[in-house]
């Protein structure tokens, strides 16, 4: 079994900061691609940002110059840094990591449980 553990959300004032991480853990042989999605109410669940094992990044348009995602892949985590937030940056935020698991060396995506991040305007 894989586990994804988040931490870092809250309410921030528009124009604020707010630091998401995921730490993975488990039965892992090794981790590639690492990402973060959001859910706001009523929405679709959309991908924020994502990075690969060798460090590759890819950002939805509306983040790009504000979110920076980054990894560790000694601890097997990943983070998301979100500077200058906005309102509709509102959202239930979730890590994700295509995982090749170490007893049968396939290859699953797992999810975390998800965070909130509310920004007041």
Known sequence: QVQLV???GGLVQAGGSLRLSC???GS?????AMGWYRQ?????????ASISSVGST???DSVKGRFTISRDNAKNTVNLQMNNLKPEDTAVYYCNADVTVSYSL???RYW??????TVSS
């Open 6 to 8: 988040e931490s870092g």
């Open 23 to 25: 730490a993975a853990s």
């Open 28 to 32: 892992i042989f090794s981790i590639n």
């Open 40 to 48: 706001a109410r009523g929405k679709q669940r959309e991908l924020v």
């Open 58 to 60: 890819n950002y939805v």
């Open 106 to 108: 396939k290859v699953s």
């Open 112 to 117: 975390g449980q998800g965070t909130q991040v």
